[in-house]
Each structure stands twice: as structure tokens, then as C-alpha cells.
């Protein structure tokens, strides 16, 4: 703890300096700007020139205001803006001043790549203080779009149909926007009141201007919007978007002799189509058949010795959009969700194991159908969702040892509704929400171990009061899972449960059931905005039998959690500092048993120069850790007590290099394990076209309790662990290049490689003594012999093996590489050319790490997939 004590006074010290504490009572009123519409007129050209008469219908409104870094100062350089519109469209002009117009940042890049300059302008058409519209425009002309819900969470994956130009001039840069009133949703009434903001990025300075100011420490961002007046007679537009797609694909790879399924190369040609459909101007139908993802990244390499699943985010467009509608954390502290959209398709549950079977050929992931999608947001303040998605039966082909063929099924039919409304109320400061899961699947009896149907549901709110200033939130879950006896049997032993756990008095197998019901929660009450200081405190639960893996992503149930934070923010920049995020927090879990199983507290900031260099560094203090999961059904295992700290600064990314660095360094008492990483990074930007980046990273984390295996012994169980030396080492690379705003080429390379190497093998004593001799026993060199796979105990030394366990050494290496030229050749209709390398294999654990990239990607013939695809968007 006495690490503590200085930053602890460091912290005293920032929050007490005189002159940093601003009024952040300052009560700023709501700007209001009139449009008007276009009447018997022809609506401006799209041209970047704002010179056509129609424009002179409303007057520029400007005053914009700084967010960061000088909270309500005047800009450095000022903004002017105007908008109307007519039937169809709506219209937004720019004039973005600028004494210094060879200084403006032109950086090009993909959509969504926020480059240089840039300038942005958004609608809460629902006037519901929580949810927007938003549009931004790049001085280079790259566009960039997101979908803003619950206040602050931005969508970046929504891409509607819009047009736009700008244009450089003596006095800055112009920009001209086009909006289809089909991309929007609102209400029907005659005369409509928006929410309106906008909002300027100036490159030099890493100045953000608005137009309608915010208080420091706002408690949000929709719900802090000016008002758009004057929008008459506006008729709904009902949207109608089809967009069929055509794919080629061949994957090429190394042959294998004698494998029918490997013979060096494979070819498809596919079809498909997404559709959107405006049931009412509030309500959206998606639709998609025969989805294909090809032009997605790859996920990151990883691996995880504690058993546990990794969770990927999601990347596939149809599941990405509007994925905010149908989000349900259970908590803040973990990723675990009602809904986790990657189980759709997920790769076959069931692997073939066969002593008859010589070769397989298994589906990498279960191909979607169809799915459709019922979202939006009525104008009396329910949202509401609803998803369904069908994947198909699916089969591994095999060839077998009498050099027959045979067609195993390794997925069933499985069907996924999700359900989700929510309705706001109390002058939109509260809102109230359900949502229900549920998969099915028609099983057959090879799939007897899954579940034949899950269940799950919930209830959620928030309250917020005092101008937002003090909030409440909370949600409830329950679960079931039904099936037979081997799925729910198979459950209660899964990591995520471990029924079986040897000290478990509230926990036990019980092999005669056919379902399980969970329930679990969260409650958090705290301050959001308002001076320099917020914080929350809440508490969140998962019962044992909770259940959630079908279509949502739980790590563990049979957990209670606590917390509590503090957080201090630089309202207003300083001689030294731009910004500065103070943040104290204290975490602790306990199980259902009542075991007292963590504690640790936190205490990290973020730093910001006036220079416009970042820094952030912390420490955390963790004096209990006890693992219920870390011996696969054993008993709770201690670990020594961690402390924690890390270093990472940022150079000033305006400059054309970019550089940072930074480190983790862990450490536990008795050297029970450590754990180092050491990151740097690279940016370069030669053109405004291309960009380059490299980001090496390098881990060691040596382990001298790591769970090895469990073996019987005079009916006893042992549980073996070993002193592992693990070294990861792995990079990415991407490049850039932008053509124009719509053509863009972009590389992705990320070589992974990890190798463990075990020693001083030993089983557990006493699993929770605080010291560490006294909670394992190292086996003697007269105990423990290896032979050529294995490693053989003899534990009473009379020249018998009592158990044995496989060689745990391992080497992974991994290459995943990505080069997409992507080129909307015209608004909302792509065309993607895809050329993607990979390698995956198991290296000798004697080899470095640098022997094992060398010996499977650079000497190995690496698999590669070309593939081909084009959409075309009819806008109807």
C-alpha cells in the first residue's frame, strides 16, 4: 500500500490547486436556429460553392464555442452554418473559416476515418434527447456517419446515402450536404422541433468547437442539443433500400497426399441480398439472404490458458447496425451480455472423433440463411427491436479408413430471436426496458449434448434527475436452458459453472435434470456531471445456474461484485495541461457460498499537454485473489498478493510521425507470477493519401501455479500444476492509401507467435494457505520421469506409475494478413477485391520465437483467399 501514498497525494494535490476548480453551475441557454423550406425554387448543386440565391432563404448562424480544450472560449478560427430543405432532401451549408488556408489538414482516408479537418453536423430528428443523427465531412471530402444512441454511444458502422463537396478558397474551406429525409427518422407531425448540433475540428490546434455550447462535465450529448425550427409539412419518408451482392472466391493452400478434402485449391461463386424496408417513418425492416462476410477483418490472434472463451467484437455490417437497440451488459466491470451476435453462425459445435475416420472436412462457421431485423423509435418514446435469424443444418464430410465417404452432422438447424423495447418517460430524463432471448435448435440424436432450447430475459432502467446531474440504473436477468441429461449435465460441469468444485457446499452435480433457471442483476446510483468530480457505486450478481452462452457471452456465473469510483476531470486547461482524468476505484467479488474471494483498488489518470502529448499511468493494488475456476472444478485456489503498474505516453499525433510507448508490469509476492508487456507503436503519414502504422508488442508472463491437468490418485484427486515461462511476441501493420474520398486500398498484417514452456512441476497442498510453499508440493526428480509425449508420477516412490499427464509445452504461431481495395463507385453501392493471407500451426516449444514465425510462415507455402465482391444499392 505505501506505493499508494504518493499518488494518493498527487491526486489530493490536483483536485485542491487554486484556480482549477471552475463554476460548473453556469446555466447556458438553448440555441435555436429557423430553417427554411424551399418553395418553387431549384435546391442548390452540390458543388461546394455557396453562391446560389436559394441559399440567401435563411441567414449563416455562427458563434461556435469551444468542447476541448477551452471549454465556452471563442475558436481560434470560427464557423458558419445554414440549412434548408424541401420535400425529399435537406440541405447543410459549411463556411469554416481559416486566415491560414495552405494549413488546412486535407488527410484522406476511408469512410468513417475522421482524417484532418473536419466539420460536423447533427439531428436528434426524435427529439428524444438520447438518440441522433449524425454527419461529418472531412476538409478532403471524406465522409463519415454515426448512429448516436443512449446520449453518448456512437455508431460508426450506420451508412446512409448522402451527398456532399467541398472546396478550398481564400478564407478557409467550404462544404455543401445533401440529405435524403429517407436516412432520417422522425415523426409526423405538421410542425416539427429537432435537436441540432454541430460541431468543428480544427487539426492544428486538436480544437473542438460547437455550436450550441456544453457545460463542463456534461452529463451527456444528444440531451445537451440546441433546437432546428421551422421544418413544416414533412412527410415521412418511407425507405425502401435493395441491395443485391454477387462474391467469387478461390482459396488456395498447401496440398495434402492422400486428402481428398486438401488437394491445393478451392472455388465458389455466391449470391445474396440485404434489403431495408421503412414499415413507418419510425420503423425499419432489415433484411438479409445469404449473408457474406468476406470483406471482414480477421479477429486479432490470441490465446488463453485459463480456458475461458475470448470475446471477439463484432464485425459483420447486418449485426453491427443498430446492434445499440438490442445491447444488455449486465454489467460495466465485464463484457458479459443477453446478446452477443457472434453465436449466430458460430463455428459446429460437435468435432469428429473417430479412431475410423483418416481425414475431415468441417465448415469453419454455420452459414446464415437469412436474418431480419424490426428496429427504430417511435415519436411517443418506444424503441423497440426485433431480431430473427435462421442457420442451417451442417455436415463434415469424411473419408474413412475403408476409403468410404460419409456426411457427419456436426451443427443442428438452430433458430435465434432476440426481442428488445424500451420507453422513455418523465420528460425523457427516465426510461424503462424489456428484453427476451431465445434459442432453438432441432437436434437430432449425434447433438443430444447442446441445448435443445435456451431462454433468457430482462428488465432495465434509468433514472436521472437534477438536470442529469445524479443518475440510478439497474436491470434483472433470468435464464433457462432445457435439454437432455448429458446437455445439462455438460453445463453444470462447464467452466462457466463447476458444479463439481471439491469445497462447493452450495454447489453439486446433479446428472438426473433437464433444464436450468438463473437469474442475475446490477444496480448503480451515482453522479454524471457537474463540477470535477463523479463517481458511481454499485453492486451486480449472477447466480450458479445463470446461463446465457446460446446467443448472449457469460464468463462466469456464481458471482457477487462491488464497486465503487471516484473520477476527477480537468474542466479547463492549465499552463501545463490540456486535460487531466484522475480515476480511484475499488472492486471486490464474493460467491454464493459466501467465500470472500478479491479485492483490489485502482488508481489511474490520463494526462493531455498543452503540446498536445498524452499520458496515462496507474497503479493497482490487488491483496486478495482467489480463484473458483483456476483448478477446472477443483477448490478455490489463492494467489499471492499483485501490484500493478503501467506507463504509456503518446506523441502529438497532428505531426506527420507519430510515435509511443509504454508498459505493464505486474508482479506478485513470492514471485507466485508476474506478468510484463512492453508496447510501442509508429505512425507515418508521407501524403495525405497514405498512412502507415507498426505496432510491435511483447509479453512475458512466468506462472509457477499454472493448472496443468487432474489425475485420480488412491481415489484422491491431484491437482497438477507447473512453473510456466510464457513469451508472446506479435506486431500489427496496417497502410493506408486513399485514392479519392471512394477509393481506398488498405493492408492489415498481424504475426503472432507464443510459446510456454513448463518446469518444477507440482500438485496442490493446501489451495488456500497464503504461503506459497504451503499451498503446493513440488514433485522430487525421483517422483517425476518424462518420456517422449508424457510425464509419468510416481507419487510413493515404489517404482509404479500412479497417473501420468500430457507434455502441457507449447508454441502457437498465427499470421493473419488483409489487403481490401475498396471503391464505391456510387453512393451505397461497393465493390470490394480482397486478397487475404494466413498461417496457423504448432512449433516446437525448444525453437525462439523467431525460429517458430520462421519455420511456419516464412519456409511454409501460406493459405491465401481471393475473392471478388460487388453490391449495387437501389435507393427505391
Known amino acids: 500500500m505505501r506505493c499508494l501514498i504518493p499518488l494518493i497525494c498527487l491526486f489530493v494535490l490536483i483536485t485542491t490547486t487554486k484556480g482549477i476548480a471552475q463554476n460548473s453551475n453556469k446555466e447556458i441557454p438553448k440555441r435555436t436556429y429557423t430553417t427554411k423550406r424551399i418553395e418553387n425554387a431549384n435546391p442548390p448543386e452540390i458543388d461546394g460553392y455557396i453562391n446560389e440565391p436559394i441559399w440567401d432563404l435563411v441567414p449563416y448562424t455562427t458563434s461556435y464555442t469551444q468542447l476541448q480544450p477551452d471549454i465556452g472560449a471563442p475558436p481560434t478560427e470560427q464557423t458558419k452554418m445554414k440549412i434548408i430543405y424541401d420535400a425529399s432532401y435537406i440541405y447543410v451549408a459549411f463556411v469554416c473559416l481559416d486566415q491560414d488556408p495552405d494549413g488546412i489538414e486535407k488527410r484522406l482516408s476511408r469512410r468513417d476515418g475522421f482524417a484532418g479537418d473536419w466539420v460536423e453536423i447533427s439531428f436528434d430528428s426524435y427529439n428524444d434527447d438520447r438518440t441522433a443523427f449524425s454527419f461529418t465531412l472531412t476538409a478532403a471530402g471524406v465522409k463519415a456517419d454515426e448512429f448516436i444512441s443512449n446520449n453518448t454511444r456512437f455508431d460508426e458502422t450506420w451508412n446512409p446515402i448522402w451527398y456532399t463537396k467541398t472546396r478550398i478558397d481564400d478564407f478557409g474551406w467550404t462544404a455543401e450536404i445533401k440529405i435524403p429525409l429517407s436516412q432520417l427518422r422522425f415523426n409526423n407531425d405538421k410542425d416539427q422541433v429537432w435537436g441540432l448540433q454541430s460541431k468543428r475540428f480544427y487539426f492544428r490546434n486538436r480544437e473542438r468547437s460547437l455550436w450550441q455550447e456544453i457545460v463542463p462535465n456534461a452529463p451527456g450529448y444528444v440531451s445537451e442539443f440546441g433546437e432546428l425550427r421551422g421544418l413544416k409539412d414533412l412527410t415521412p419518408q418511407k425507405q425502401l433500400e435493395i441491395q443485391p451482392y454477387v462474391v467469387t472466391q478461390l482459396d488456395t493452400y498447401e496440398s495434402q497426399a492422400g486428402n481428398p478434402y486438401r488437394d491445393g485449391s478451392d472455388a465458389r461463386l455466391n449470391a445474396g441480398l440485404d434489403a431495408k424496408i421503412g414499415i413507418t417513418n419510425d420503423l425499419t425492416l432489415d433484411l438479409t439472404l445469404n449473408p457474406d462476410f468476406g470483406q471482414v477483418e480477421a479477429d486479432p490472434a490470441a490465446i488463453a490458458l485459463d480456458g475461458f472463451q475470448i470475446f471477439f467484437k463484432e464485425q459483420r455490417p447486418f449485426f453491427v447496425a443498430n446492434s445499440n437497440i438490442f445491447d444488455y451488459d449486465l454489467d460495466d466491470q465485464t463484457s458479459d451480455n443477453l446478446f452477443y451476435s457472434r453465436r449466430i453462425g458460430r463455428s459446429p459445435q460437435r468435432s469428429v472423433r473417430d479412431p475410423e475416420v483418416v481425414y475431415t472436412d468441417s465448415p469453419q462457421n454455420s452459414t446464415i440463411l437469412g436474418a431480419a431485423k424490426f428496429s427504430g423509435k417511435t415519436k411517443n418514446g418506444w424503441t423497440l427491436g426485433l431480431l430473427e435469424s435462421l442457420t442451417d443444418k451442417e455436415f463434415a464430410n469424411t473419408l474413412r479408413t475403408d476409403n468410404t465417404e460419409q456426411e457427419v452432422l456436426v451443427e443442428p438447424l438452430t433458430n435465434y430471436i432476440i426481442g428488445r423495447a424500451q420507453k422513455d418517460f418523465n ?24 441445448h435443445r432450447d435456451a431462454f433468457s430475459g430482462g428488465i432495465d432502467f434509468k433514472h436521472n434527475w437534477n438536470a442529469r446531474k445524479y443518475y440510478i440504473e439497474g436491470n434483472t436477468i433470468i435464464s433457462n436452458v432445457q435439454g437432455s441429461e448429458e446437455a445439462i449435465t455438460r453445463t453444470q460441469r462447464s467452466l462457466t459453472h463447476l458444479f463439481e468444485r471439491a469445497d462447493a457446499t452450495h454447489l453439486s452435480i446433479d446428472t438426473t435434470r433437464t433444464s436450468l433457471t438463473g437469474t442475475g442483476g446490477n444496480l448503480e446510483i451515482g453522479k454524471a456531471s457537474g463540477g470535477n468530480f463523479t463517481g458511481s457505486l454499485g453492486t451486480s450478481w449472477k447466480s450458479p445456474e445463470l446461463e446465457l452462452n446460446d446467443v448472449g457471452f ?106 509511443g510507448a509504454g508498459y505493464v508490469l505486474s508482479q506478485a509476492t513470492q514471485n507466485n507470477f508476474s506478468y510484463f508487456r512492453l508496447e510501442a507503436g509508429l505512425e507515418y503519414q508521407p501524403l495525405d493519401a497514405l498512412s502507415l502504422s507498426f505496432f510491435p508488442e511483447y509479453e512475458l508472463s512466468p506462472n509457477k501455479t499454472q493448472y496443468v491437468s487432474t489425475s485420480n490418485y488412491n481415489g484422491t484427486k491431484r491437482y497438477i500444476l507447473g512453473n510456466i515461462d510464457q513469451k508472446t511476441l506479435s506486431a500489427t501493420l496496417r497502410l493506408n492509401y486513399s485514392v479519392n474520398p471512394n477509393l481506398s486500398v488498405q493492408y492489415y498484417a498481424q504475426p503472432f507467435v507464443s510459446k510456454g514452456e513448463y518446469t518444477n512441476f507440482n500438485r496442490i497442498n493446501n489451495s488456500t494457505a497464503k504461503d506459497l510453499n504451503n499451498r503446493i508440493t513440488l514433485f522430487a526428480p525421483n517422483q517425476i520421469s518424462k518420456t517422449e509425449t508424457s510425464y509419468e508420477i510416481d507419487e510413493n516412490v515404489d517404482g509404479t506409475t500412479d497417473y501420468r499427464f500430457g507434455d502441457p509445452d507449447f508454441s502457437v504461431v498465427q499470421l493473419r494478413t488483409n489487403l481490401v481495395v475498396r471503391w464505391e463507385y456510387v453512393p451505397g453501392s461497393e465493390l470490394f477485391f480482397v486478397w487475404s493471407q494466413g498461417a496457423n500451426g504448432n512449433n516446437d516449444p525448444d525453437n525462439t520465437l523467431f525460429n517458430a514465425l520462421d519455420n511456419q510462415v516464412i519456409q511454409k507455402q501460406l493459405n491465401n483467399t481471393f475473392l471478388i465482391k460487388a453490391t449495387y444499392r437501389f435507393l427505391l
Open 427 to 450: 420528460d425523457r430524463n427516465s426510461y424503462i426496458g424489456v428484453i427476451a432471448t431465445a434459442t432453438n435448435r432441432k437436434l437430432e440424436p449425434q447433438l443430444e449434448f447442446l
Open 554 to 659: 457469460l464468463r462466469q456465473a456464481d458471482l457477487i461484485t462491488q464497486y465503487a469510483n471516484l473520477q476527477y476531470t480537468l474542466l479547463n486547461p492549465t499552463q501545463t495541461f490540456r486535460n487531466i482524468n484522475v480515476e480511484l476505484e475499488q472492486q471486490s467479488a464474493f460467491d454464493f457460498e459466501g467465500n470472500y474471494n478479491r479485492i483490489q483498488y485502482n488508481l489511474e489518470s490520463f494526462l493531455r499537454f498543452n503540446n498536445t502529448w498524452e499520458a496515462s499511468f496507474g497503479i493497482n493494488h490487488k491483496p486478495r485473489i482467489i480463484s473458483n475456476t483456476e483448478l477446472r472444478g477443483g477448490p478455490r485456489l489463492r494467489f499471492n498478493q499483485e501490484n500493478v503498474h503501467f506507463l504509456f505516453i503518446n506523441s502529438d499525433t497532428r505531426k506527420k510521425i507519430t510515435y
